[in-house]
């Protein structure tokens, strides 16, 4: 019945505060709304699963290059699916561990997943990722073992916005060789590994696929990391007097200004404007 897989949980940060405040705030829910549907499953596999590089793209031929990448996300979800469930303002991300495309699909989505949230919603994450025992099945149940640990993970451990990853874990996913190009989204606190927005930022820029066309596609990616400091100070001073709020923002900043640094300077490849 168990099946052995990689597990993400994946709830946003303060999204009980946020629909308290749309009670009173006209413009809110419909922001809610847009922000909960870029979470549910299909939108993810037709969006992220396989990317369009849009500003690489003619126009006129848009359509044509979205519905192409679709097929691809359709093609690659029957070789090596990767299981997605959506309840609330969580998701699950899961991935068999023998499939290495797929089970390595779950760190990729969840850079993309970070970034997309903050770069159109300005919304945070947290998360818990682990691998285990577990039964996932596609828009239906999914329990186990696994899954009781990566929402203790999220729910109990993680505290900040990032997404907690046990040690052992990574352990198993450093066993293939290719996910040394994910090594530059995590990195090491304690008995635990973890990845950040601004991790996510740094793969993105530093090992992505993205990063061989050049920085006319890694220009919106830049430009939000290095503007992202700015816009967390704002809520860090919108909740200057939450006790428990305030610190998640404080470390965030902090976060951000150790991975900036790291962050290769722009490469541009032939093209580029």
Known sequence: MYEERFIAFVDILGFGKLVEKSAVTPDLPQKILDALVAMHPTQIEAELVTTVNLELIPAEDVERVRETARYMSTIQQQMHPVSIN?????????????????????????????AMMWMSHSLLLRGGVTVGKLVHIQGGPMFGPAMNQAYFLENKKADHPRFLIDKHCIERYRTV?????????????GDYYYATLATAFRHILNDSSLVMSGEKVLRKFRQSMLKAPAEIEKLREQFKDDDRVRPKYEWLAEEFEARIPEVNPPYPCEGDA
């Open 86 to 114: 959506y309840f609330s303002d969580s998701l699950v991300i899961s991935a068999r561990s023998d499939d290495i495309i797929a089970s390595q699909m779950v760190m990729d989505l969840l850079t993309k997943i970070s």
């Open 177 to 189: 060789d290719t996910f040394r190009l994910f090594e530059s989204f995590i990195q090491k606190d």
